[in-house]
Structures are given as structure tokens and as C-alpha cells.
């Protein structure tokens, strides 16, 4: 497996990524400019992540217009063909943005951007983890859907990752941007697009004391 990065204006974690998949995981990266209309060399084997940062600034909303740009047309093909896309933060702000997953993600509930370690409870294809400890950096987290998508997604097994304690109990009180029903992460009814607020990539280091980012690839099968 190979991945592609893409590279939006205002996007600041492209080389935390690049670094994480290279490093970490011994992947092949190749970097993909926002105004890249090519992406043939990627089978649907490969993954494309979008990663964190302020995308165009984040005018308008977040990640609302980077979903115009020449790549997520790419993007969004290449998902449609059965490819994987991996959206991180922002990624998945533009990935909601652009209709590829449900839900929106709405100002923390705080009003304030939130920047610390959490712990996430992951669900992916039956398999339960323990608590993950994950850095989330973020001022609009709050994943917001009507109860309707929130009941579907959650029967079709599309919420993959919910805020927790160190204990792995879900509750209210942990939950560091009131996002609905504690929801950190959600994929397609496919199984190929996942979106998640949590950064994997800032805890693949052995000098930061924290491996959970591995894990959380291999729950998504993208290692």
C-alpha cells in the first residue's frame, strides 16, 4: 500500500503525515498538490489522506471550499472506484463538506480551539480496542448530524471511533467538543472513506511516549 498526502493551501500537518506514514510505518508517500489532476498511480489498493491544517484559511467553513479544488474531484473518484480515503481534522471537515461522509462538524461547543490528548474507544469492522490516548487539535470538532443519520449510522456500523475515558466508558463529561453522542470519528457505508478529528500521525513516536497512532491504522487497515 502507497499513499498519496494531499496538500491544501493552509494545510499544516501534510509533513507530520508524511513523516508518520514514511517513519512510522515504512510507507511509500507521494504528495499531492490541491491543484493535481492526475492521482493514476494509485490503485485502490493505495490510500489518499487528507490532512489536518486551515484549509483556504477556513473561510467560509471549514474545509467548504477546499472541496471545490481539482483533487477532491480526483478524490472523490478514486473513492468512488473503491479506493481508500483517510481524512484527518480538517480532512475530515472537507470530506463532510464534500458529501463523502455524513454530518457536519459544527464550533466546539466551548467555543474555544481545544488542544490536548484524549482518549478514544474504537469500533472498526466488530473489533473493539482498548482506550487509544490520541492529540486532538481542533476549534470545529463538534460532530453534528439529525438523529435520524446518527441512528443509521451508528446501526450500519459507521461510527468507528467515540471519545472515552481512561477507562474506556463513554460518557457526556469526557467528550472535549460536545459533538454528538461522543462520536471522534465515522466511515461510509462502504468501509473505504474514514474521517476522524483525532490526529494518529502526532502519536507514532516512541520520543513523544506514545505508539496509539499505529494502532489506529491497523484497526483501519491502512498499515
Not at 471537515?93 to 481545544?114: A, D, H, T
Request: some cysteine; charged content about 20%.
Amino acid at each position: 500500500m502507497k499513499y498519496g498526502v494531499v496538500v491544501f493551501p493552509g494545510s499544516n500537518c501534510d509533513r507530520d503525515m508524511q513523516d508518520a506514514l514514511q517513519n512510522s510505518l515504512n510507507k511509500e508517500v507521494i504528495m499531492l498538490w490541491h491543484k493535481d489532476k492526475d492521482i493514476s498511480m494509485f490503485s485502490k489498493e493505495d490510500c489518499i489522506v487528507l490532512p489536518g491544517g486551515f484549509s483556504y484559511g477556513d473561510y467560509l467553513r471549514c474545509g467548504a471550499i477546499a472541496r471545490f479544488s481539482p483533487m477532491m474531484q480526483q478524490v472523490a473518484a478514486f473513492a468512488e472506484q473503491g479506493g481508500k480515503v483517510l481524512g484527518v481534522c480538517n480532512g475530515f471537515q472537507i470530506l463532510c463538506e464534500s458529501g463523502m461522509l455524513p454530518g457536519v462538524l459544527l464550533r466546539n461547543q466551548n467555543q474555544q480551539f481545544v488542544c490536548k490528548n484524549v482518549w478514544l474507544k474504537a469500533v472498526v469492522a466488530g473489533h473493539t480496542s482498548g482506550p487509544l490516548k490520541i492529540p486532538i487539535a481542533h476549534g470545529e470538532g463538534r460532530f453534528f448530524a439529525e438523529d435520524k443519520v446518527l441512528d443509521e449510522i451508528e446501526k450500519n456500523g459507521q461510527v468507528i471511533f467515540k471519545y472515552c475515558d481512561e477507562a474506556g466508558d463513554v460518557h457526556i463529561d469526557v467528550c472535549p467538543n460536545g459533538a454528538e453522542r461522543n462520536i471522534a470519528g465515522i466511515r461510509n457505508k462502504e468501509g473505504n472513506v474514514f474521517g476522524m478529528m483525532p490526529h494518529p500521525e502526532r502519536a507514532v513516536n516512541t520520543a513523544l511516549g506514545n505508539l496509539d497512532g499505529i494502532k489506529v491504522f491497523e484497526l483501519l487497515g491502512l498499515n
